[in-house]
Every structure is written in C-alpha cells, then in structure tokens.
C-alpha cells in the first residue's frame, strides 16, 4: 500500500481524480429504514441478516466482519449498514441519469419483495418518524462502537444523525482542480436550496418537529459536519488537504481492528506521532479511512460528494442526481454566474433557516422558491 510521505502526495491523491471530459459519471447512495410491519419497531441485526441471505439471491456477494456479514457487493455497487441497521445503496459509478434511476429502482425493488415476504415496511423518510433513541438496534460494527463514544463529545446530536437519519448522497466527478474549485463552490452555495428542495423528514417520535428537514437540523449539530465558511470561498486541492490533515482522527485501523486515536489529528499521524501504532506512518488507506469520517454538507475524495439531500421516495431517486447533474455537468459556467451575486454571509445564515423555512428561504433579497 502507497505511504504518504509528504502532503504533495495528498494532493496529488486528488489530482488523480481528475477524469476526461468523455468519462465523467453519476454515482448515488441512499438510505432506507426497515420496521417490523405489525409493532412499528427498527429491524435489529437479525432481521438484517436475513434480508443479506434474500438478497444473495438476486447475485449480491457477502462481506464479513467477525463472522457477521456486514455488507453486500454486486456489479460495481455495494449495500451496506448504518449504525442503526439503515440500509445503505451505493450505487456503481454510471453514465446516465436514467441508469441511476434504475438502478435505484431494481434495488427498491428487491427490498420491497422482501419486506412483503418477511412483514416488514420501508419507510422513506429521512428521520425515523416513531422510534426513541435508546430503543433502536445496533449493527454490530467496531466502528460505530467508537464513533457512539466520541461523537457526541463534540456534537449534541450525533447519536440522533447515527441511528435515526437516512440521506441522499449524489458522486460527480470534475476534470481538473480548476473544474473542481468551481464545482465545490457550486455545490456549497446551493446546500441550503438543495434541503429545502428534498426537505422530506418533519416527525420525530409520532410528533411534528416544525422542521420541514429534521435532519438537516440533525446534521447541522453533528461533530464534524456541517458547512464550514471556507467551503464557499475558492477551495482548492491544497486547501482540502489543509482542512483535512488537520481534522482530529476518529480511529485508525491495525490488523482489521479500529482504534481510538488519543485526539491526534492526521497531521500528527503523517509525522509519526501515533504511540498506538508504534509510530508508524499512513498509507493511502488510511488517508481514505479519514476522509470517509468528516460529515460535512459536501465532501471531496477523488469526485465530489453532494449530501445535503433528504432521502425520499422513489420518484426522487431520480429528481435529485437530475438536478445537480444538470446544473454542475451542463451548466456549471451559468449557475456559478448567478450565485457569484450571493455573499458568503447570507448562505450560512440561510443554511441554518433552510431546515425550518423551506424554500421561503431568503438569500439575496429572494426566496429559494424565486432561484
């Protein structure tokens, strides 16, 4: 495995993410909840193993952690777990919008021929509507073991982004950091119209919170997410990597084990500082590991990741890689136009209204609704 010598190293990590203009591709996550039809309680870690079992049958390849099967992998794509037994669609990087959509669609599928066979609902929102905290099963995965004791430390809703949110993430690629740097910025700028457009998570335990997207508000107070100021000024691969090296380290993985990191933060990890591993230094993985444990409202590792999208029903499974595809792949150089106008000020301050408001948002003397 690569080591990382230098922080030229990282950022050629990101200048390796570069695509040709003919290549680029449309990646989407997104996330279920399962309940048991006749008490309206989250599936636990059994049950999930019988939906992995269904769904070997439809081609999907096991992975184990501990003789637990934890995740599945067919054709590019990967289903996976969240720490309160979500379950997670990765979908493979594709070429069009309407293999997404299908993609999607085959999947939820499956899922529902499952649940009818198993008596179980999905639901499609991005909070779970019913359950307490402290009711809900936990997937039996190391990691989530040490991100339940060291998230709420910096963040009072972390438990609540854990176990009870589900989201849409959206993958798109950029063809050089000048391409990147505009992408990221567009991206950034439309995280408040982009939760009010797919707000679709307003209950909390059988009551409404008065929040159009709860888990925006969830999110917002989330250690080590949110939508940091310097994401809407000119960020570019070395100011990631910045940003990023000097983010504390959740954990570190040795031997397949995931261990605490004494609040050290990657930096110190490429300057030899870890006493819990000897000292030694990172390697790409690691580097990969790390960038997968910030939360922010949009994320770059070798493409962009947009996140700041409810999960929903089926329909806008194919709505949202529909509206970031159009406006960052066929009109980045107009849309950038139009939020250039906006001050940096009046999008933070409508990303924190944007979970309550919707898209009577004001940014610029305009509603959301108006952009």
């Known amino acids: 495995m690569e080591k990382i010598n230098s922080k030229e190293d990282l950022i050629n990590y990101f200048k390796k993410g570069c695509k040709k203009e003919n290549q680029v591709s449309i990646g989407v ?19 999930v193993s019988k939906i992995f079992h269904f769904l070997e049958q439809f081609g999907w390849k096991p992975k184990k952690e501990n003789n637990n099967i934890i995740a599945l992998y067919k054709d590019g794509q990967s289903i996976t777990l969240e720490p309160g037994n979500q379950i997670e669609l990765s979908g493979a990087k594709l070429n069009s919008i309407h293999n997404n959509c299908n993609e999607s669609y085959k999947f939820l599928d499956a899922l529902k021929k499952i649940c009818s066979n198993l008596n179980l609902r999905m639901i499609s ?15 039996p995965k190391q990691r989530y073991e040490i991100m339940t004791e060291e998230m709420p430390k910096n963040g009072k809703l972390s438990l609540e982004m854990m176990y009870q949110t589900c989201g849409t993430q959206i993958n798109l690629d950029y063809i050089s950091e000048k391409d990147f740097i505009k992408k990221f910025k567009l991206s950034s700028f439309l995280v408040p119209l982009s939760i009010a457009v797919f ?3 307003p209950i909390k335990e059988n009551k409404l919170t008065g929040y159009l997207s709860y888990r925006s508000k969830v999110w917002q107070n989330t250690s080590r997410a949110g939508l940091p100021k310097n994401f809407l000024e000119e960020m570019n691969f070395e100011k990631y990597v910045d940003f990023i090296i000097n983010k504390p380290l959740l954990f570190v993985q040795k031997n397949s084990k995931h261990l605490k990191a004494e609040n050290k933060t990657f930096k110190d990890f490429m300057e030899g500082k870890l006493t ?12 990969e590991n790390h960038l997968a444990t910030i939360f922010t409202e949009i994320r770059l590792k070798q493409y962009i990741e947009i996140r700041s999208l ?19 792949y066929g009109n980045l150089n ?3 136009d139009i939020i250039s106008k906006w001050k940096v000020s009046e999008v933070l301050n409508a990303y924190i209204d944007a979970p309550k408001k919707g898209l009577n948002t004001i940014i610029s003397n305009k509603s959301l609704l108006e952009w």
């Open 310 to 328: 409810d999960t929903c029903e089926w329909d806008c499974h194919c709505g949202g890689p529909a509206f970031y595809v159009g406006l960052l």
């Open 276 to 287: 819990i591993l000897k000292n030694a230094k990172p390697n790409i993985k690691d580097f």
């Open 334 to 336: 107009e849309a950038s």
């Open 125 to 139: 929102s991005s909070f779970d509507p019913f359950s307490k905290l402290q009711d809900i099963p936990k997937t």
């Open 29 to 47: 996550e997104h996330e279920k909840f399962l309940f048991d039809k006749s008490s309206n309680k989250r599936i636990n870690f059994e049950m």
């Open 199 to 201: 707000a679709n998570s």
